[in-house]
């Protein structure tokens, strides 16, 4: 035996087999586990024939199951379509089939069990209560297995369990015998089976004699296999006495030769009963252990590219005696984008998972379409957020991608939270039409069929798409089977998300064969895919608890105690298959790696394998222990200030150019952005940054004002220069939905006719709802007022200041809300929807102070400015007084729903009455702010000091604050 085969299980077996057969095999029989081993023996035996011969004939177990019984393997949801049929006959229950899809499925996997360890399902499924009939009909247990059962209900009748409960499971129990036997013979008549009841028939054939005679093998090599079902034993058994049989068992090394190690749970019994009669010498070698601490799935991933980098740099280009084990299927993706570029051949024997693709993204968009559809009074129109992720997918983009951007656009000018079908159809465009035609009468597996069928259509115009055509293509098969099956079973009706979940487990459940040969290259490949083969390196990722082994969920319908009892398999022996996977794996490798994940948090530990320790401490193997550092950067919050520049004077220059030659001008607003951030100013009025436009959904707080001040506005419309009395106030009142609508469609909906499009729903409704008590509810404290003189709503402001000794103008721009005279006083009134804070001063020059934070009287300086702009514009007449007032929604059910600015003087706090008499020491204080700070030669723009200032800015990342 050459160097390579010393510790390689299949090129010993390959070896021994041909020199026991002397090269004639053309009526040899090998059977292994699964497919893969099939392929690597083949390619061993190939090295050992020294001259032409006839090949043997290598299948797997499943495949020889299969040809003894000529039964079809039948599809899971075909499978579960007839069993919920079945259930509803044998039970006259009315049970959804949304319902019963997760306990059907787990009633499958029960029934495989059963039929593949043969219990009589009518003794399993009775209800003991007369334990005595334990000892008449069941003597075929053990006395240990009838006492677990004993154990069981024992402990279910005597209270342990919920009555309800306990009621309901014994109702459905007593007719799961029926139910599989129905179940079993409705499949055999139309020759379609499960594996388990495959494996059962199989065995009945052999037992009675009636298999197809060319389908018997007399001469059969069973390799590599270790946990048997009880038909296997029962196959393996009758080839054993009615063939030339051989046996190869896996159970080398010393992890395997240990009986504490629950890895060598079948040895004994299957050395036993299938003795190996060929043998071979075993050699000692050394395995290099390094046990890799990574805090990420994608660090694991990104840590086997640095061994792999590292075998590239020492010369290797051989790579199929190295495997990348994933106890996890979610690094599969990490790990082939991670493979060094130098590693041309990969072969993944898991496939590629068609989940993976851009197929399943697609296929989420497409059902979330017809989720959220509405219909509106104009007609269908779907949910922005899902038509734009639609038209940006690279499969509308490489089609229709000269419409996307149109779109978009269009949806997002128009904000249209629900677009319009019309706004997306494109009479030239196939793809647009079939996504958005949304034709009522199609079911959405319909809908979703069509739509491949057109897109498979365009993409096969398109050079370079071959490999999205292959993924579109197995979409549109799986779709089209999914839709013959229902159409099969009409009586089955399910919701919407069922049928998306059976359609996502369908597309998981499917891949696309990798590049590469299966016999070349590297080996990406599960924990299970590795029965039989061995490798000289192995690096097994996701080595932690949880992962290696993996947890099996205890979905059964059989209790534990129940399934101990009938010899059923258990978690016992998924952990032992589990382990002997894992120790045969790495008893015959060179070297090991075992990376694992060593973040830790309140919901996961990560604790490492238990495999890890057992090595360690049971086995005293020497670890490479190294634990590796994520690459991650972490900056503190920094510090600095932007300093005047031409480019800044240039921009700030542009406030002091008239209006009509393009200059710009300063709000209240940015004055107070200034006090309270001056790097926020830079960014907003200097830079002239903005947020992404998108489709405000919600309405926000600075809509919710505008809606508020709209509806105020239009309402007083018909009053400016007017008396308003009592009388005209309730009539005001009757027009407060018709002009709150009005703005909603125009503001929200963007709707330019003002009309609304169907109900308002959801929280929109609930806004528009406190928008008009608010409303309705200024209007009550405006009826207490009348009579009173409406002067102007919504009055506009422009107006110039000189600083610098009259060498420069700075341009002011203000909107108040609302202007109007009762008795002596001129009230500037200015709406306010948010939190108003204090508006008391002590002296003028605190408005400008950005020093005192959040003491700064903030609300003061656009009041006193709005005061301002009125005493430049319109001057005061004799016997007037100009009072700025705030109307906070938030004081409207006080007993002073306006409130005015005070002055504190003197220990003494008065309100501010007339403005008139703080008009030159406003102005004086505003020209001082804006010559000396924002527009000083020296100007520097800093960050806030305050952190509060900073937690709704829009530039906090820019900033780094």
Not at 28 to 38: E, K, L, W, Y
Not at 157 to 170: E, I, L, M, P, T
Not at 481 to 503: F, I, N, P, S, W
Not at 768 to 780: D, G, T
């Amino acid at each position: 035996m050459n160097e390579a085969g010393k510790h390689n299980f299949l090129r010993k077996v390959a070896a021994a087999t041909y020199n026991y057969y002397e090269g004639n095999m053309e009526d040899v029989t090998f059977v292994f586990p699964n497919r893969r081993s099939g392929l690597f023996f083949q390619r061993y035996l190939g090295e050992e024939i020294t001259k032409p011969i006839f090949s043997p004939k290598i299948i797997t177990i499943t495949q020889l199951f299969e040809q003894l019984t000529a039964l079809t393997p039948s599809d899971s949801f075909a499978l579960l379509l007839k069993l919920y049929l079945i259930y509803k006959e044998q039970t006259g229950s009315e049970e959804s089939f949304d319902s019963f899809m997760f306990w059907g499925q787990m009633l499958l996997t029960d029934f495989d069990d059963i039929a593949k360890y043969d219990v009589d399902a009518q003794l399993l499924f009775a209800n003991l209560k007369d334990l005595k009939v334990l000892d008449s009909s069941f003597d075929y247990l053990t006395e240990e297995q009838k006492q677990v059962i004993r154990a069981f209900w024992e402990q279910f009748d005597g209270g342990r369990f919920d009555s309800k409960a306990r009621n309901k499971f014994v109702e459905i129990w007593k007719h799961l015998a029926d139910i599989m036997r129905v179940f079993n013979d409705s499949l055999l008549l139309n020759r379609e089976a499960y594996p388990g009841l495959i494996q059962r028939e199989a065995i009945t054939a052999l037992q009675k004699g009636m298999c197809d005679s060319q389908v018997l093998n007399h001469k059969v090599v069973f390799v590599g296999f270790n946990a048997l079902t009880l038909c296997e034993h029962r196959l393996f058994s009758y080839y054993k006495k009615h063939a030339d049989t051989l046996f190869f068992w896996d159970y080398n090394g010393p992890f395997l030769s240990d009986e504490r190690n629950i890895a060598s749970k079948f040895k004994r019994e299957n050395l036993r009963d299938f003795p190996q009669t060929l043998t071979w010498e075993h050699f000692a070698h050394h395995t290099d252990y390094s046990l890799i601490a990574l805090p990420s799935l994608i660090g694991q991933a990104q840590y086997v590219r640095k061994i792999l980098g590292d075998d590239i740099q020492a010369g290797k280009t051989s790579w199929l005696d190295t495997a990348v084990v994933l106890p996890e299927e979610a690094l599969l993706m990490p790990v082939l984008q991670a493979v060094p570029a130098d590693i041309q051949r990969i072969n993944v024997t898991m496939g590629y998972p068609l989940s993976s693709t851009d197929v399943m993204s697609f296929l989420e968009l497409l059902f979330d379409l017809r989720r959220k559809q509405r219909t509106l009074k104009k007609g269908i129109a779907f949910y922005h957020k899902t038509v734009v992720a639609l038209l940006k997918h690279k499969y509308i983009e490489l089609v229709s991608g000269q419409f996307v951007e149109e779109i978009c656009a269009d949806i997002l000018r128009e904000n249209r939270v629900y677009v319009p079908r019309e706004m997306v159809l494109r009479q030239d465009d196939p793809l647009l039409n079939v996504l958005f035609a949304c034709e009522e009468e199609l079911t959405d597996l319909q809908f979703v069929l069509s739509v491949w069928k057109v897109l498979i259509a365009c993409v096969s115009q398109t050079t370079g798409w071959q490999e999205e055509k292959i993924y579109i293509e197995q979409a549109c098969a799986i779709t089209q089977r999914l839709a013959d099956l229902l159409a099969e079973h009409k009586q089955v009706l399910m919701q919407r998300e069922t049928l998306y979940g059976v359609l996502k487990q369908y597309m998981r459940g499917a891949t696309i064969p990798f590049r590469g040969e299966p016999l070349d290259g590297l080996q990406v490949m599960g924990l299970l895919e590795t029965r039989a083969l061995d490798f000289k390196k192995v690096i097994v990722l996701a080595a932690n608890e949880g992962s290696l082994p993996r947890v099996q969920s205890a979905n059964s319908f059989i209790p534990y105690n129940l399934r101990k009892g009938y010899g059923l398999p258990t978690f016992e022996e998924h952990d032992a298959i589990m382990a002997y996977n894992f120790y045969r794996l790495i008893s015959n490798a060179e070297q090991v790696h075992l990376v694992y994940d060593n973040r830790t948090s309140r919901e996961n530990t990560n604790e490492v394998s238990r495999y890890v320790w057992q090595l360690k401490y049971q086995y005293n193997q020497v670890l490479h222990e190294k634990m590796v550092a994520a690459d991650v950067c972490l900056t503190e919050a920094h510090n600095f200030e932007i300093e005047n520049s031409d480019y800044i004077q240039k921009e700030l220059n542009k406030y002091s150019l008239p209006i009509d030659k393009g200059g710009r001008s300063l709000s209240a607003s940015a004055l107070k952005t200034f006090l309270d951030c001056s790097m926020r100013f830079y960014f907003t009025y200097i830079c002239r940054l903005k947020e992404a436009d998108e489709v405000k959904e919600e309405i926000e707080a600075d809509m919710f004002g505008t809606l508020y001040h709209e509806v105020m506005e239009n309402i007083y419309k018909p009053y400016v220069g007017k008396i308003v009395e009592d009388k005209d106030i309730r009539l005001m009142k009757t027009e407060v939905d018709a002009l709150l609508n009005r703005a909603y469609a125009i503001n929200v909906l963007k709707n330019k006719s003002g009309e609304l499009d169907g109900e308002v729903e959801g929280s929109h409704s609930l806004i528009l709802r406190v928008i008009k008590e608010y409303v309705l509810k200024q209007l009550e404290n405006d009826e207490k007022d009348t009579p009173f003189q409406y002067v102007a709503p919504e009055k506009k402001f422009v107006c110039a200041i000189d600083i610098d000794n009259g060498q420069r103008w700075v341009n002011l721009i203000g909107y108040v809300d609302r202007i109007d005279c009762k008795e002596d006083e001129i009230r500037i009134i200015d709406y306010k929807t948010g939190k108003v804070d204090t508006l008391t001063f002590s002296q003028i020059e605190d408005i400008f102070n950005g020093d005192l934070g959040d003491k700064r009287p903030a609300y003061a300086l656009q009041t006193m400015l709005y005061a301002w702009f009125y005493m430049r514009e319109c001057g005061v007449a004799d016997g007037k007084r100009i009072v700025p007032y705030i109307a906070s929604l938030r004081s409207f059910y006080s007993d002073t729903p306006l409130k005015g600015l005070m002055v504190a003087e003197d220990r003494n706090v008065h309100p501010m009455d007339d403005y008139a008499l703080w008009n030159d020491k406003f102005e004086t204080a505003l020209r001082n702010f804006l010559e000396n700070e924002m527009f000083a030669p020296d100007v520097r723009f800093k960050q806030a000091e305050d952190a509060k200032v900073c937690e709704h800015c829009k530039f906090v990342d820019l900033c780094g604050k």
